[in-house]
C-alpha cells in the first residue's frame, strides 16, 4: 500500500514504494472537483431530489428523496451565516489565514450518485493523516453543526491556493473535515483512478465505486486487533541498574529489555516466571510503558498439496502460449481471447503464462465463476504456485481483509476469484486472467453495474499488462472484437491427448411416448442412462429449473398460480409443501380451489429438478443418486462434498442445474443428458439463443473427458432452432455467423451499445408516465445536440411486476457508448425524480428481464 502524507508546506511523498509525486498531482488535477456557483446551479437543478434513486442493495447511506434532501444537499455550498460558536470552533476558517498557513484542502466523494468530489478544508492536526485514498468523517448537508456526518473517500489533496484559484470556488465556505477513519489509505493512485473510470462509463457514484469495491473487512480492519506491548522506560533501566526493583520485578525487568523490542505482558511473565500483574506494576511505576500496535489475527494458512506431474504442452497450447509470453515480455498491454474447445487444456496455458509473471515478481489475477471456483480449480493453482490467494464469496470480513492486506503487501503470487476480485490491490500486477469469459456473472446485479471484463480491460491497458480471456464459447462482444483485430484471437480447437469431442445426438421429445406421460426422461435418453451405468460409467442429468414442478396450474381455467408480489407464476416445493417464487421471498400453500374460477382443478405441472430427482430414482432403483442446485446445496461445503463424491465414483447419476454445467472435469462421466434444452430459448431477451448455445455445448464438454470416450443427448421441442442444431454439432462459427448476422439487423450488441433504465414504483399509471417523461426529454436532448442516441420504449419490463413494484423500461442505443454517456450526463439534473418512482441505469445490460 502506498503511504504518503501531506507535508507542512507541500504535498510529500513518503514510502519505499510511495507513487511519484508527479502521479499524486496528476490525480488531483484530474479530480472534477466540483465547488460552490457550478455546484449550486447543479444542486439547484437537482431539487427536489438527488439524480438516482438508491439502489436497494447500494452500501451506505441511503439518500433521502424528496425536497428535504434536496435542499440539504443544496445547502453544502449555501450554508446559514456562521455563529459564534461555529466561527469559534473554527468551521469557518477564512480561507486567507489558512492559505497563508499553507492549509491544504482534500475533495472527498461520498456514498451518493454523483460523480463529483467535495472540497474540503483539512485541520492543521489532521494534516499528516490525510491522503488519498483513506476515508474520513465530514459534515454534509445543512444542520447545527454544518450538517450531517458522512463518510468518504479522500480522491486528493492540494493546497488551498489551488482550489481558490479555480474559477467559482468559494473557499471561505469551504467546510472542515471531522476526521481520519483510516491509518492507511486503503486504495493506491491506481485504484482511484479506475474506480473513476468505472463511476464514468457505468454512470453511477465515484464514492458509490469506492464504497462497494473495498471489502467490508477491510474497511473495519477486520482481522487485526489492537494489541498491548510493553517496552522499558529510561527510569526503568535506571531502577534496574541501581538495584532497587523486588525479585519478580528485577527478572520481569530484565524480560522486558533483554526482549529488544515491544513484548506481551504474558510474554514477559513467561519468561521471568511471574504473573502479569507484576508487568502491570511495572507499568504504574512508570518503569515500563504501554505501546498499542495492530496485529493479524490468523496467520497465512498454507494448504499442504500433492506433488505435480510435468505435462508436454500440445502444440495448440506452445503456440498460443508463445503469442503470450511474447505479449508478457514485451511489457505491452493487449486482450487474447484463448478460444479452447472445452478440454483443451486452456487452464495449462493459463498456469504457464502466469508462472513466467510470477518469476518476474509480478502478480496475476484469475478470474473464475463463482460456481467453478471448486476445490478442483483452486487445487490446480495450488498445485503450481506457493502462494495463492482465494476470494470467494464465503470468507468472513476477517480473511477477505487478511488476504487483501496480505496481497497489497506482495505476499500473493496468484490471486484467484469471483468477479471482485478484478478489485485486487496488487502493486505489481503482471497479467489478468478471465475464465469462461461468457458467464454472465461477471457483471454485477447491483451498482456499480460493472462487468469485471470491461474493467479488466481497462485496468490491464493502464497497467501495460495482458489480458486474457478464455472459453470455449466466448461471447458475441468478445468474438466480434477478435474479428475487428481489438483482441487477438488464439485458438485451441482440438482436445487434449487427441480426444474426441462427444457426438452430440438430439432427441425430439415432442412425440416421446414417456415425456407424452409426463415424464422428465424420454425414451431413448432412459435407454442410454442405463447402458452408461451398467458400463461402469457415470452419468450428468442437466435441468435448469429447481423445485418440483414450475408451474401450479388450473385445469379449468388455464391460469397459473402467481406471486402476488411478482408477475411470475409460482414454482411447487414439494419438500416444503409450499408455492415458492423464485424472484422474491413470497411462499405460500397451495389454495384447494383456483383463485382465478374457484374450480378445484389446480394441478402441478411441469418438472424442476426435485422432480426429476424422484423419477431417476424411481427408474433407476440401483444407482446412487445426487441433486445440485442451491435448494440442496444450502449449507456451506455441501457442494464440496457433493463433487468429492462423484469423483471418486460413489455418485453414479449426478443431476441438477447449472451448478454442474461448468468447468468440471471428470474423466469417468460417459453419458451428459440436456434434459429440456428449451428452458432458456423463449425467453424475451435477445441473449436467449446464444445463451443455449453456451449452455448445450458447456454441458457436453462435461464428457468425453478420456478413452472412455462419452455422449450427449439433448431433449428439446425444438431440434431444429439454431442454437440447438449448432451446438449439437460443435459449430461455435456457425453459431456466431447466424447469430452476428440476426444481432446487425436488430442493431444490437456486439454492433451497438445499449444502456438500460428501469423505472420501478408501487403505483402502475405513475411508473409509466415517468417513464414516458424520461424517454422524452432523453429524445429531444439528442436531436438538440445531434447526438447519435436511439431510444427505444418505454414499455413494461418482461417481468412487469417485482416485489410489489411496477416496472416499465427504456433502452439507449449507440454505436459509441460515449454518446449515451454524454446525453445521460447533460440530462440526468433534470430529470424528474422524487415521489414513489425509482429508477436504475444499466450500462451494458446482460439482464433483461
Ligand atoms: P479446458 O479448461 O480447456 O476445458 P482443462 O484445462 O480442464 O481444459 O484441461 C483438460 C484436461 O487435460 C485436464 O485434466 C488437464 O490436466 C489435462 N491437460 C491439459 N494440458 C495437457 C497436456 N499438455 N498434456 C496432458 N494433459 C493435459
Ligand atoms: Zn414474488
Known amino acids: 500500500m502506498y503511504t504518503y502524507s501531506v507535508g507542512a508546506s507541500s504535498l510529500k511523498a513518503r514510502g519505499a514504494d510511495a507513487p511519484p509525486l508527479a502521479e499524486i498531482f496528476e490525480m488531483v488535477a484530474r479530480t472534477a472537483t466540483l465547488s460552490t456557483d457550478a455546484a449550486d446551479a447543479k444542486m439547484d437543478r437537482m431539487e427536489p431530489s438527488p439524480p438516482h434513486p438508491p439502489e436497494a442493495d447500494a452500501p451506505g447511506s441511503p439518500l433521502e428523496t424528496g425536497s428535504s434532501a434536496g435542499k440539504e444537499q443544496g445547502a453544502l455550498f449555501d450554508p446559514p451565516e456562521p455563529t459564534a460558536e461555529e466561527i469559534a470552533a473554527g468551521a469557518a476558517m477564512a480561507w486567507e489565514i489558512a492559505a497563508a498557513e499553507d492549509r491544504v484542502v482534500a475533495d472527498v466523494v461520498l456514498n451518493k450518485p454523483l460523480m463529483d468530489a467535495y472540497t474540503y478544508l483539512v485541520p492543521e492536526n489532521l494534516r499528516d493523516e490525510i491522503a488519498p485514498g483513506r476515508r474520513v468523517r465530514v459534515p454534509f448537508g445543512r444542520g447545527p453543526r454544518g450538517g450531517r456526518s458522512e463518510t468518504g473517500f479522500v480522491v486528493a489533496v492540494r493546497p488551498v491556493e489551488e482550489y481558490a484559484n479555480e474559477r467559482g470556488s468559494k473557499p471561505e465556505r469551504l467546510k472542515t473535515i471531522d476526521r481520519v477513519l483510516d491509518e492507511a489509505p486503503l486504495v ?9 473510470w468505472i463511476a464514468e462509463y457505468y454512470l453511477c457514484g465515484w464514492g458509490q465505486v469506492l464504497s462497494s469495491v473495498v471489502p467490508a473487512g477491510v474497511k473495519r480492519n477486520a482481522g487485526t486487533r489492537e494489541l498491548v506491548f510493553y517496552r522499558p522506560t529510561e527510569t526503568g533501566r535506571a531502577a534496574l541498574d541501581a538495584g532497587s526493583l523486588t525479585k519478580k520485578q528485577r527478572a520481569a525487568m530484565a524480560a522486558i529489555i533483554d526482549a529488544g523490542e515491544p513484548v506481551r505482558a504474558d510474554y514477559v511473565a513467561s519468561k521471568a516466571d511471574c504473573g502479569v500483574g507484576v508487568v502491570t506494576s511495572l507499568k504504574h511505576k512508570g518503569f515500563a510503558e504501554q505501546v498499542r500496535k495492530r496485529t493479524d489475527v490468523t496467520e497465512f494458512d498454507d494448504v499442504a498439496i500433492e506433488p505435480w506431474e510435468e505435462l508436454v504442452a500440445t502444440d495448440e497450447q506452445q503456440a498460443a502460449l508463445d503469442t503470450i509470453l511474447a505479449a508478457l515480455r514485451g511489457q505491452e498491454y493487449a486482450t487474447f481471447l484463448l478460444h479452447g474447445v472445452t478440454g483443451s487444456g486452456k487452464t495449462e496455458v493459463y498456469i504457464r503464462a502466469i508462472k513466467e509473471v510470477v518469476e518476474y515478481g509480478r502478480q496475476a489475477i484469475v478470474l473464475v465463476p463463482e460456481i467453478a471456483l471448486t476445490p478442483q480449480t483452486i487445487r490446480r493453482f495450488r498445485q503450481r504456485f506457493e502462494r495463492v490467494a482465494v476470494l470467494h464469496s464465503h470468507l468472513s470480513d476477517a480473511e477477505r481483509s487478511k488476504h487483501w492486506r496480505d496481497i497489497a503487501a506482495g505476499r500473493v503470487e496468484v490471486v484467484v476469484g469471483a468477479r471482485s476480485a478484478i478489485f485486487a490491490p496488487c502493486q505489481h500486477l503482471g497479467l489478468v486472467i478471465i475464465d469462461e469469459e461468457h458467464e454472465s456473472t461477471f457483471k454485477q446485479d447491483s451498482v456499480p453495474r460493472y462487468h469485471a471484463r470491461e474493467v479488466a480491460e481497462k485496468r490491464c491497458r493502464e497497467a501495460g499488462v495482458p489480458l486474457i480471456l478464455g472459453s470455449a464459447t466466448p461471447t458475441l462482444e468478445s468474438w466480434h472484437a477478435a474479428q475487428e483485430g481489438r483482441y487477438r484471437l488464439l485458438s485451441l480447437l482440438r482436445r487434449v491427448g487427441k480426444l474426441p469431442l462427444p457426438p452430440v445426438v438430439t432427441v425430439d421429445v415432442r412425440n416421446d411416448p414417456q415425456v407424452r406421460k409426463g415424464r422428465a426422461i424420454g425414451r431413448q435418453l432412459s435407454n442410454a442412462v442405463k447402458a452408461a451405468i451398467e458400463d461402469g460409467g457415470q452419468v450428468i442429468l442437466f435441468l435448469n429449473l429447481r423445485g418440483f414442478s414450475p408451474a401450479v396450474w388450473c385445469r379449468a381455467c388455464g391460469a397459473s398460480l402467481m406471486c402476488p408480489d411478482c408477475d411470475v407464476s409460482l414454482t411447487w416445493h414439494r419438500d416444503k409443501g409450499r408455492a415458492v417464487c423464485h424472484s422474491c421471498a413470497h411462499e405460500q400453500t397451495v389454495p384447494r380451489a383456483c383463485p382465478g374460477c374457484g374450480a378445484h382443478e389446480l394441478k402441478y405441472v411441469g418438472v424442476g429438478t426435485q422432480k426429476l430427482e424422484e423419477e431417476v430414482k424411481q427408474v433407476f432403483p440401483d444407482a446412487t443418486i445426487a441433486r445440485m442446485d442451491s435448494d440442496s446445496m444450502r449449507k456451506p461445503g455441501s457442494h464440496d462434498e457433493v463433487l468429492t463424491r462423484f469423483r471418486h465414483s460413489e455418485i453414479d447419476i449426478l443431476l441438477g442445474t447449472q451448478m454442474i454445467a461448468k468447468g468440471l472435469d471428470f474423466p469417468n462421466v460417459t453419458l451428459v443428458g440436456v434434459v429440456d434444452a428449451d428452458t432458456q430459448l423463449h425467453q424475451p431477451d435477445p441473449r436467449a439463443g446464444e445463451r443455449t448455445f453456451q449452455l448445450i455445448a458447456q454441458v457436453a464438454g462435461r464428457t468425453g473427458r478420456s478413452s472412455r470416450g462419452g455422449r450427449v443427448y439433448v431433449q428439446s421441442s425444438n431440434p431444429a432452432e439454431p442454437a440447438i442444431r449448432r451446438a449439437a454439432g460443435h459449430d461455435y462459427l456457425g453459431f456466431v455467423a447466424d447469430e452476428l448476422r440476426d444481432r446487425w439487423d436488430m442493431s444490437y450488441p456486439p454492433y451497438r451499445r445499449l444502456c438500460r433504465v428501469i423505472l420501478r414504483g408501487p403505483d402502475e399509471a405513475a411508473v409509466k408516465r415517468r417513464a414516458n417523461e424520461m424517454a422524452n426529454a432523453l429524445s429531444a436532448a439528442a436531436k438538440s445536440r445531434n447526438l447519435p442516441v436511439q431510444i427505444l420504449g418505454p414499455a ?54
Not at 430529470?831 to 451494458?844: A, L, Q, S, Y
Open 796 to 849: 413494461p419490463c418482461a417481468v412487469a411486476r417485482l416485489q410489489k413494484n411496477w416496472r416499465f423500461h427504456f433502452q439507449l442505443s449507440a454505436e459509441n457508448p460515449a454518446d449515451v454517456r454524454s446525453l445521460w450526463r447533460t440530462v440526468e439534473p433534470e430529470f424528474p425524480t422524487g415521489g414513489d418512482v425509482d429508477f436504475v441505469v444499466d450500462m451494458d445490460p446482460l439482464n433483461m428481464r
Open 188 to 196: 493506491d493512485a491506481k485504484m482511484l483512478e479506475l474506480s473513476r
